[in-house]
C-alpha cells in the first residue's frame, strides 16, 4: 500500500457527505472562467476558482508593438470600460515620454472616463439583475446603457471599443453640441436611477438574498488586497481619484462611496451610488471645462522611450487598475505589467463563499466587481 | 422470413433499418414540403448556448437589450440546459485552455446544430494573431456555419448574422 507518489501528487481523502460541483465555463453564472465548489448538502464547504480561460498574452504582445500601436489591443480586457483601462496607459506614457497634455484634453478625458464608468456599472447592473431572476433589471440598465454609449460614439466613431484616449490628449474634439446632449443625458441617467432603486434595490427578494450574504470585514478587505468598490463597500475610505489625484480631479467637486456592511448588498449597492457621483464629476467638468484649444500633443514618428520605468494608476470601475511599464531606449516598451482590479477582488471569494447557500452563489460572486476578461488579460 | 427479420439477436437493427428505410420512403414522397415544415419550425426556435469566450459577450448582451432585441427574430437568450439548444455562438477569442472546452460543449449539444463565429478573433485570431496562447480561428476546433466580422461586431451585425444562419437553414436538407 504505501507506494511513493510522485513529487507534487497528493492523494486526497473522500468523504460521502461532500460533493464536488465544477460551474463553468459553460454555466450561466460563472462567466468565463471555472469555480470549483465542493457542496455539504447546500451549503459551500470550499470554492477554488479556475481563471486563465481568456489570457490572451496582452503584457507580452505589449513588448513588440510601439507605444502608439499598443492602444488597441491594451482596451480589449474590457470593452465596455475601455477608456478607465486606457487611463494608465496614457499616463504612463505621456511620463515616460515627457509630453504635455492641453487643459482641454484633460477635461474630455475626465468626461470620456466617467461616461464610461457609467456604462460599465449599467452593464454590470445589468448582468447582477439577470442573475438574481430580475429580468427588468436586465432590459432597464442594458437599455439606458446605450444612450451613454451613442455619446461616446459621436466623441470617438466607435461603438465600444473607442481608442479615444490616446498618449498626449484625446483622438480628436468633442462633437458640435456635445455639452447639451451629454447634460441632457446625465439628467435623464438620474431620473431613471431613482426608478432603479425602487424596483431593484428596495425589492425585498433581493434584500433577502444579498443581506448578510458574503460578509467582508473591514481588516480581511485591507488583508486580502481588495479594491474598488469591494473595499468601499467595507468600510474603508479609498478612492484613487482622491487619494492620489490624476489630471483635473482635483479641481473637481464629488464624493466618495462608503458603505460599512460589506455583504453583498452593500457591494452592489456602493457602484449604484457611484454613478451619481459620475454625474455629478461630468457635470462639474463641462462647467469647468475651457471652451476651446487644442486637444492633442502631436508625438513623433516611433516615439523612444528613455532608460526608464514607470507606475501609474486610476480608479476604474472595478478599481485601482495600473501600467508598470520599464523602457530601454527602444520604440517598443520593454516590460508591460498590468495591475487589474478585477483580479484583485477574486482573490477573496474563497473566503466569501465558504459557509455560504449554492443558491447564493451568483448573487456574491457578480457583487465582487469581476470580470473575468480583463483578469486574464 | 419476416420472424427472422425480427429477430434482434442475428440482426441487431433491423428494426431501426426498417423505420429508417420507411422514413426513407415518406420523404421520397413528400418530399419538399416536409423539409420546408421541419426546417420552418427550426429557424424560428434557434437556442443559443451560453458559453462566454471573450469580449464580444458584451456585444452579445448588447444585442438582447431592448434597443436591438434579438428576439423577435427567434433566437432567445436561454440560460437553459446546453442539452436543449442548437445554435453556438462563439464570441471572440478561444485561447488553448478554452479550445478542448469548446469542442466538448459542441459535441455535447444534439443534432442539428449550427455554429456562428462571432468577432474577428473567432475568425482568424483577429488582433491576437501573433499571441502564444489564442488560436487562429476557430474553424479547426467546429465547422462554422456564418462568420460574423469585426472587433466587436455591432449587434446589427450580429442580428443580421442569425438572419443568414436562417435562411441557410431554410435551404438544407430537413430530414
Given at each position: 500500500m504505501a507506494t511513493q507518489l510522485p513529487p507534487g501528487i497528493r492523494l486526497e481523502t473522500v468523504d460521502d457527505r461532500i460533493m464536488t460541483l465544477n460551474v463553468g465555463p459553460q454555466h450561466p453564472g460563472s462567466g468565463h472562467m471555472r469555480l470549483i465548489i465542493k457542496v455539504d448538502g447546500d451549503y459551500i464547504v470550499s470554492c477554488d476558482p479556475d481563471p486563465g480561460y481568456v489570457h490572451r498574452g496582452e503584457e507580452k504582445m505589449a513588448e513588440y508593438r510601439n507605444y502608439i500601436q499598443n492602444i488597441p489591443h491594451l482596451e480589449r480586457p474590457v470593452i465596455h470600460d475601455s477608456s478607465n483601462i486606457l487611463y494608465p496607459y496614457c499616463l504612463a506614457v505621456e511620463e515616460l515620454l515627457g509630453i504635455e497634455v492641453p487643459e482641454r484634453a484633460k477635461y474630455i478625458r475626465v468626461i470620456a472616463a466617467e461616461l464610461n464608468r457609467c456604462i460599465y456599472i449599467l452593464y454590470w447592473l445589468a448582468i447582477y439583475g439577470i442573475f438574481l431572476g430580475h429580468s427588468t433589471m436586465f432590459m432597464w440598465p442594458a437599455g439606458d446603457r446605450e444612450l451613454f454609449i451613442d455619446l461616446l460614439e459621436a466623441m470617438s466613431g466607435a461603438r465600444v471599443t473607442h481608442a479615444y484616449l490616446v498618449p498626449g490628449g484625446v483622438r480628436n474634439d468633442l462633437p458640435a453640441n456635445f455639452e447639451e446632449r451629454c447634460l441632457r443625458q446625465v439628467d435623464y441617467l438620474e431620473k431613471r436611477l431613482k426608478e432603479y432603486l425602487a424596483v431593484f434595490y428596495k425589492n425585498p427578494i433581493l434584500i433577502s438574498r444579498?443581506?448578510?450574504?458574503g460578509i467582508l470585514s473591514r481588516t480581511d478587505a485591507i488583508r486580502l488586497g481588495t479594491t474598488g468598490s469591494v473595499l468601499r463597500a467595507s468600510g474603508v475610505n479609498f478612492d484613487i481619484r482622491k487619494k492620489e489625484p490624476y489630471d483635473v480631479y482635483e479641481n473637481l467637486d464629488f464624493e466618495t462611496v462608503v458603505m460599512k456592511e460589506g455583504d453583498s448588498y452593500a457591494r452592489s449597492y456602493v457602484p449604484y451610488l457611484e454613478m451619481f457621483e459620475s454625474c455629478r464629476i461630468i457635470r462639474d467638468a463641462i462647467r469647468k471645462m475651457p471652451k476651446s484649444g487644442s486637444v492633442r500633443t502631436k508625438l513623433k514618428p516611433n516615439p523612444k522611450g528613455g532608460n526608464d520605468e514607470v507606475y501609474k494608476r486610476v480608479e476604474s470601475g472595478r478599481g485601482a487598475l495600473g501600467y508598470y511599464i520599464v523602457s530601454n531606449n527602444r520604440p517598443e516598451p520593454y516590460r508591460v505589467k498590468i495591475s487589474v482590479g478585477s483580479f484583485r477582488n477574486l482573490i477573496c471569494m474563497p473566503y466569501l463563499l465558504k459557509g455560504e447557500l449554492l443558491g447564493n452563489m451568483p448573487a456574491v460572486y457578480w457583487s465582487l466587481n469581476y470580470w473575468p476578461v480583463e483578469a486574464d488579460r | 422470413m419476416l420472424k427472422e427479420f425480427f429477430n434482434q439477436e442475428t440482426a441487431p437493427h433491423a428494426t431501426n433499418v426498417l423505420v429508417g428505410k420507411l422514413g426513407d420512403i415518406l420523404v421520397r414522397a413528400v418530399g419538399k414540403p416536409l423539409d420546408y415544415a421541419i426546417n420552418w419550425g427550426r429557424i424560428w426556435s434557434l437556442w443559443p448556448v451560453h458559453l462566454e469566450t471573450a469580449c464580444c459577450s458584451v456585444e452579445f448582451g448588447a444585442a438582447s437589450s431592448?434597443?436591438?432585441?434579438?428576439?423577435?427574430?427567434?433566437?432567445i437568450e436561454a440560460f437553459g440546459s446546453l442539452r436543449q439548444c442548437d445554435l453556438i455562438v462563439v464570441m471572440g477569442t478561444i485561447t488553448r485552455k478554452m479550445a478542448p472546452r469548446l469542442r466538448m460543449v459542441y459535441d455535447q449539444m444534439p443534432d442539428p446544430k449550427y455554429v456562428i463565429a462571432m468577432g474577428a478573433c473567432a475568425i482568424t485570431g483577429g488582433l491576437y494573431f501573433d499571441s502564444y496562447n489564442v488560436l487562429p480561428g476557430i474553424d479547426g476546433v467546429l465547422p462554422v456555419d456564418i462568420y460574423v466580422p469585426g472587433c466587436p461586431p455591432r449587434p446589427e451585425t450580429l442580428i443580421q448574422g442569425c438572419m443568414l444562419l436562417q435562411e441557410k437553414i431554410k435551404r438544407m436538407k430537413g430530414a
Open positions: 444579498t443581506e448578510g450574504t | 431592448p434597443r436591438y432585441d434579438v428576439e423577435r427574430f427567434g433566437i
